[in-house]
């Protein structure tokens, strides 16, 4: 079921009260079931250093063992010494599946002004439910320190016969609360305008591993019954993406003369970051832990790198030049990010690195340099 409600009240002929709630279901989601698939006709060994100098460009210390030899080496085939653990590294499938889904509502209120112009204010809420996280479910849990058993201790494994196994998790959780308000003037006396501003938080937690293993040769999960240390459990913090302030100003101007100008300014507050320490202190098989341990023992805050604000302006100029009847051309010129401000939207977030907090390259349009565009059109 998926419940879903709305209301919209005339408080008089210029004001009106809104809002709803709805549960919502995405699509379902089939990556684990796809990689799962991968694993019936290809395989990952697991691998750890053996403290060889040459270790990261020879791993197998000679030539690359063929897929067949693999499969006759696996110790969940072929139990002995010496054999190859299998990796399940990308998510496999799982029967404790569910399908994600949120929770959404709003209440606002909207206001005409004279009769061009109007404005509005909302609370939205959305609460995500569900959602996508992925861990190695091949480690055990020590009641005495909160924190996974060493995965290099094989004997304390659920299932000792394979190396790290990742697993889709869709239990995941989100709340985002949000005051959003416009104002808006539609096109009139040559002129229109809108501005937008936003004020809000995101939250979000990551799933709480289960203890897994095998109860009558059938895979198993029960709840971990103690408490987990910050960057093993589930803690509920401030997301990663969370953008506090938000703000858009745009408009175009009729000057006469067949030029019109058009322009948008965006402002957006610090986004906060997922930071960690870096490596796999926890030894928990890689790829997949927050790497948030210390080496004194402390950890890392989780999501507290916040990077710098966004400031972005672009212009556009256009003149029509007409021709005969309904034929014209017009020329255009933009300018995108016209006083070259410097935005950033990546950064080094692990505390080892000794670049921790530079920014890096991104390659997307909002954080690029200046540039110009020159451009016609023709209509007829």
């Known amino acids: 079921m998926a419940p879903r409600l709305g209301f919209a009240f005339s408080l008089n002929d210029r004001t009106v009260l809104r809002g709803g709630y709805g549960q919502f279901y995405t699509q379902a989601v089939t990556d684990g079931a796809h990689q799962t698939a991968i694993y019936t006709v290809a395989t990952i060994t697991e691998l750890r250093n053996d403290g060889r100098p040459d270790f990261a460009v020879n791993p197998f210390n000679g030539p690359l063992p063929a897929y067949e030899r693999v499969l006759a080496d696996a110790c969940d085939i072929n139990f002995r010494d010496g054999c190859v653990r299998r990796e399940f590294l990308n998510e496999i499938n799982n029967p404790w599946r569910r399908l994600p889904y949120s929770h959404q509502a709003s209440i606002g209120l909207q206001r005409q002004l004279g009769t061009t112009m109007a404005v509005e204010g909302d609370y939205v809420y959305t609460g995500g439910r569900g959602e996508e996280t992925a861990y190695n479910v091949n480690l055990g849990y020590d009641p005495a320190t909160g924190a996974n058993y060493p995965f290099a201790d094989?004997?304390?494994?659920?299932?000792?016969?394979?190396?790290?196994?990742?697993?889709?998790?869709?239990?995941?959780?989100?709340?985002?609360?949000?005051?959003?308000?416009?104002?808006?003037?539609?096109?009139?006396?040559?002129?229109?305008?809108?501005?937008?501003?936003?004020?809000?938080?995101?939250?979000?937690?990551?799933?709480?591993?289960?203890?897994?293993?095998?109860?009558?040769?059938?895979?198993?999960?029960?709840?971990?019954?103690?408490?987990?240390?910050?960057?093993?459990?589930?803690?509920?913090?401030?997301?990663?993406?969370?953008?506090r302030h938000r703000a858009v100003v745009n408009g175009i101007w009729d000057a006469g003369y067949g030029v019109q100008l058009s322009g948008i300014y965006f402002y957006g507050s610090g986004r906060r970051y997922g930071n960690s320490y870096g490596g796999d202190l926890r030894d928990s098989g890689g790829g997949g832990g927050s790497a948030r341990l210390r080496p004194d023992g402390t950890i890392v805050p989780r999501n507290t790198f916040v990077g710098r604000p966004i400031h972005r302006v672009d212009l556009r100029v256009q003149r029509r030049f007409r021709t005969t009847g309904n034929h014209g051309i017009d020329g255009i010129v933009e300018v995108f990010n016209l006083f070259n401000h410097e935005n950033y939207g990546s950064y080094t977030t692990q505390e080892s690195n000794r670049n921790y907090g530079s920014p890096a390259f991104n390659s997307a349009v909002a954080y690029q340099p200046r540039m110009l565009q020159l451009g016609f059109r023709l209509t007829f």
């Open 154 to 243: 094989i004997n304390r494994r659920p299932f000792p016969d394979w190396g790290a196994v990742y697993s889709e998790a869709l239990e995941g959780w989100s709340n985002s609360h949000g005051l959003q308000t416009a104002f808006t003037k539609r096109f009139s006396h040559r002129w229109q305008a809108s501005a937008t501003y936003t004020l809000a938080a995101l939250r979000d937690a990551d799933a709480r591993p289960f203890q897994y293993g095998l109860t009558n040769g059938i895979v198993s999960r029960a709840p971990i019954a103690f408490a987990l240390a910050p960057d093993v459990g589930s803690e509920y913090t401030l997301a990663s993406t969370d953008q």
